[in-house]
């Protein structure tokens, strides 16, 4: 496993059959006042302009790889009461895999080139407030998986900082 940085969180039993044999993992963790539920809202709805700017380049990107990209559609928001904690369920273009209410959530896309997993572990700092590790796992699943994430990784960076600052507000 390649972590772009090492966290305590990542010791815990739970993740280590979805950390298993992955090629990449990172953490970026804030701080918040919010629930699990509304935290993933949050962290879910973050679309600004400029980021749909990049799915658009991502486009033209997979498919020089010979991949395929969803189409964007504008979604409703997703509100807190409808991020679902049930394995199996769909959240976005993620499928829960693993969720236990305010300890963790962890969902997953998988394609031809990679399964990306998304997740939150909730640490409680006090009454109100709470640390949240948003946690992204990447498992390669031919050779154009690294291919595609060196190539959208500075990207990755920036995106999940930045999804998981609007879900701690």
């Keep these: 496993m390649r972590a772009s940085n090492f966290s305590p969180v990542l010791n815990l039993p739970e993740l280590q059959p979805l950390l298993a044999n992955a090629d ?14 509304t935290f993933l809202a949050g962290l879910l709805n973050y679309h600004p302009a ?6 658009v380049v991502r486009a033209v990107f997979v498919r020089l790889l010979g991949m395929r990209q969803e189409r964007i559609g504008i979604r409703a928001p997703l509100t807190p009461e409808r991020v679902s904690m049930q ?11 693993m969720a236990e209410e305010e300890r963790y959530w962890f969902a997953y896309n998988s ?12 640490e409680p700092l006090s009454a109100t407030h709470k640390r949240f590790h948003v946690i992204s796992i990447v498992h390669y699943h031919n050779w154009t998986g690294p291919v595609y994430f060196q190539t959208i990784k500075p990207f990755h960076h920036l995106v999940v900082a930045r999804m998981a600052q609007a879900g701690s507000k």
């Design 87 to 97: 394995i199996g369920k769909r959240v976005g273009f993620f499928t829960v895999c």
């Design 50 to 55: 400029w980021l749909i700017s990049l799915f």
């Design 24 to 37: 990449y993992v990172d953490v970026k963790t804030v701080t918040g006042t919010a629930d699990l539920r």
């Design 111 to 122: 394609d031809k080139h990679l399964k990306a997993t998304l997740g939150v572990v909730v």
